[in-house]
C-alpha cells in the first residue's frame, strides 16, 4: 500500500476526482478491554487514558488535512469520542451512523479470548466458524449480516460526497471487512488503534485502498505499543 510522504496523506492538493470519494478510515482509540483483550462487540465501553492521548495524536495529524468535508462515526462511545477529538480539531460536526458499530458478537462480549472457550464454547466455536452465515447465540451477527451493513454504509457516504475527502471512525472488525471488500481474497491482518487507512470508492462499484493501518503519528509516543490489535477478539 502507498505509505504517508512528507506527513501528508493526500499529496499536496489534497484533492479528489469528482468521479471518486476519498474515505479516510480510522480506528477508535484504546479502551480498558482492549488493554485485558476482553470482547467488547457492541458493549459500550469508554477509552482509556492512552486511548484519548491516542485520539488526540490522530486529530492533530488530520487536522493539518486538506479539503476534509465531513466526519462519520460509530455510535458507540470509543469511537464516537475518537471523532469529535477529530472533529473538534477539523472545525466539523461528527454524523453517527449505527451500521458502522463494531460486530455484535452475542455470548461473548465481556469475555477475553483465551476464557471464551472455556466459558461458552457454543458461542466461541460459532465465532471461529467459517460460515459467512453463522450467528453467534445471544444476539451476535454473522459474517456476511456485519459485511453488508458496514460496506453499505460506506456506500452510503461516498455517493453522497462524490468528489470529497470524509473520515470515517469505526472498529476492528469492519475496517477488516471493508478491506475485503476492497481486496478480495486476502487477510488484511489486525488494525491498529487510531491507525489511518484510505479507501478510494470510484464510480461503477470501484473499490481500491491508498494506505493501510498506518499508525506513524503514534510512532514518537508512548502509546504506541498500547494500539495493537484488532477484529473479532478486540472490537
Not at 462487540?41 to 488526540?56: P, S, W
Not at 462515526?73 to 466539523?92: P, Q, V
Request: hydrophobic share 30%; glycine share 10%.
Amino acid at each position: 500500500m502507498e505509505s504517508v510522504k512528507n506527513g501528508n496523506i493526500a499529496g499536496e492538493a489534497g484533492l479528489v476526482d469528482g468521479s471518486c470519494t476519498e474515505i479516510i478510515v480510522v480506528r477508535h482509540g484504546e479502551t480498558e478491554w482492549n488493554a485485558l483483550s476482553k470482547m467488547q462487540g457492541q458493549t459500550d465501553i469508554d477509552l482509556n487514558e492512552a486511548g484519548r492521548q491516542q485520539a488526540i495524536k490522530v486529530a492533530e495529524r488530520l487536522s493539518k488535512e486538506p479539503n476534509i468535508s465531513a466526519i462519520y462515526s460509530s455510535d458507540l462511545k470509543r469511537a464516537l469520542d475518537t471523532a469529535e477529538t477529530i472533529a473538534s480539531r477539523c472545525g466539523l460536526q461528527v454524523v453517527t451512523d449505527t451500521d458502522l458499530r463494531e460486530r455484535h458478537i452475542g455470548d461473548l462480549q465481556g469475555l477475553t479470548y483465551s476464557e471464551a472457550p472455556k466459558v461458552n464454547p457454543i458461542a466461541f466455536e460459532a465465532l471461529k466458524s467459517p460460515r459467512k452465515d453463522q450467528e453467534i447465540p445471544g444476539g451476535g451477527e454473522s459474517k456476511d449480516q456485519v459485511f453488508r451493513r458496514c460496506t453499505t454504509s460506506l456506500e452510503r457516504i461516498a455517493e453522497k460526497h462524490r468528489g470529497e475527502r470524509v473520515v470515517v471512525v469505526t472498529h476492528g472488525s469492519i475496517i477488516e471487512k471493508l478491506y475485503k471488500r476492497a481486496v478480495p481474497g486476502e487477510r488484511p491482518g489486525g488494525v491498529w488503534n487510531t491507525s489511518i487507512s484510505i479507501f478510494q470508492l470510484s464510480e461503477g462499484d470501484k473499490w481500491s485502498i491508498k494506505l493501510w493501518n498506518d499508525k506513524s503519528h503514534l510512532r514518537e509516543t508512548e502509546y504506541l505499543e498500547s494500539a495493537s490489535g484488532g477484529g473479532d477478539a478486540s472490537g
